[in-house]
């Protein structure tokens, strides 16, 4: 994979996190992409607690994670030049997150067939062996979406393009 396609890939799944007010205010981080897979983890903070009593997350926490993961591999399978929307989210919970752990979500895009992108999904605490929940999705690349990516495209190349510059001056 070229160093460009990755800077493009972490640069605009970057702004879908950073970018996103309730990825944002979930307090959701990109740890990693690359082509078709990304990876976010979601804090463990007091505002995501489902019960004071046992201090667990809630698991619509835990569903606006691997819902952001799977969007954001989906948009990374497809070289990152394509918006995306759910068509379809199927969550397994398997257990309680650990009170007191971050959650993180390894999402990889299996296919992409037309303009549909098939994800599957894990959330884990920390033991990729003994998840949280696992998630299977489907996204589909949409026209009204398009002329955002456009957008967020445009402004990219043009940060890239002063950094580069601003590199060259330095």
Known sequence: MSDTLQDK???LAGLLVDGSPHAVALGMKLVRVSPGEAVIRAPYQAESISDPETGVMHGGVVTALLD????????AGLGGDQAV???DL???YMRPAKPGCDVIAEARTIKVSGLIAFVSAIAHDGDQNDPVATAHAAFMVTKASQA???RARAEVEQHMASEKAGGAAS
């Open 9 to 11: 890939l972490d640069t």
């Open 68 to 75: 952001h993961a799977c969007g954001t591999a989906a948009f």
């Open 85 to 87: 929307a759910t068509l």
């Open 90 to 92: 199927r969550l397994d």
């Open 148 to 150: 955002a990516a456009e």
